[in-house]
């Protein structure tokens, strides 16, 4: 089965920086995608920040399985709209792989529902990423633990909710952790962070990296049918419970009507 794959990328800097421009020419989501499409089973496209609706439309949405998002200098500029619509769709059960400065996006503060702060360090560091769940899924063809010369340091506190399994966990050759592998769920949809990714340094490039990418791909993809109306919540009127019953006492509604939202 095929996974379609859209990798969303806000490409500020690779039009604004000669150095991360000589390192993804062709921007960093051009880069991801190609590395999942060396998936026979993954179909990978890009959109980004300057696209009409960002290239994120009700449509394209509706035909994405896996979301990958990655963001840095402009998370202020995503429409709220295209924000409720990415929402809407992880709730209903596309996938959502959440890259680097991602953490701050709108997007996933909003499906956290926390500040989602860390520490950083723009030192040019080792990391040491330590595979600490091995059986899992996006871990698979991994060896106990892989390096990147050079990394922008992301430590802990990292203020996210507690998550369902923590795949990999990163030290840096300042001394700092990091929970740099973290999945959730939020409705029918599965969500990945991934910390590695800073854009001056070749991260993107790594054979480890774009081989964590596409396992979380594969694992992200919901095969079920989408969740429509999953966020509805329909009266089921006395008459229509499924076993007989009696209404006692007193209620605020009708039979059938809409309750109190917001």
């Avoid at 980004?48 to 949405?61: E, K, M, R």
């Avoid at 994405?64 to 202020?76: Q, R």
């Avoid at 006395?238 to 006692?248: C, Y």
Wanted: aromatic content about 10%; charged content about 20%.
């Amino acid at each position: 089965m095929t996974v379609k794959a859209l990798v969303w990328g806000e490409n500020v800097h690779e039009n604004s920086n000669d150095d991360v421009r000589s390192l993804y020419p062709d921007g960093m989501h051009a880069t991801i995608a190609a590395a999942l499409a060396e998936s026979a089973n993954i179909e990978a496209s890009t959109a980004t920040l300057q696209q009409p609706d960002h290239g994120l439309s009700a449509s394209v949405l509706e035909k994405t399985d896996v979301l990958l998002w990655w963001g840095h200098a402009a998370h202020g500029e995503v429409s709220d709209d295209v924000v409720d619509r990415v929402q809407q769709r992880v709730w209903e059960g596309m996938g959502l792989l959440v890259l680097h400065s991602a953490h701050f996006s709108k997007i996933f503060k909003r499906l956290m529902g926390t500040p989602c702060s860390l520490t950083w360090r723009e030192a040019g560091e080792r990391e040491r990423l330590w595979v600490i769940n091995r059986s899992h899924p996006i871990a698979a063809g991994l060896d106990p633990w892989f390096e990147l010369p050079q990394s922008e340091m992301y430590g802990e506190p990292f203020a996210v909710p507690e998550p369902m399994e923590t795949v990999f966990t990163s030290w840096f050759e300042g001394g700092e952790v990091f929970r740099s592998g973290m999945t959730w769920q939020r409705g029918a949809g599965r969500i990945f962070y991934f910390g590695p990714g800073h854009e001056t340094y070749p991260i993107y490039h790594d054979a480890n990296v774009q081989q964590v990418l596409r396992n979380a791909v594969h694992w992200a993809n919901n095969r079920a049918p989408a969740w429509k109306g999953i966020e509805n919540a329909p009266n089921r009127p006395t008459a229509d419970a499924l076993e007989p019953i009696k209404q006692r006492g007193l209620s605020l509604h009708k039979d059938g009507e809409e309750g109190f939202r917001w």
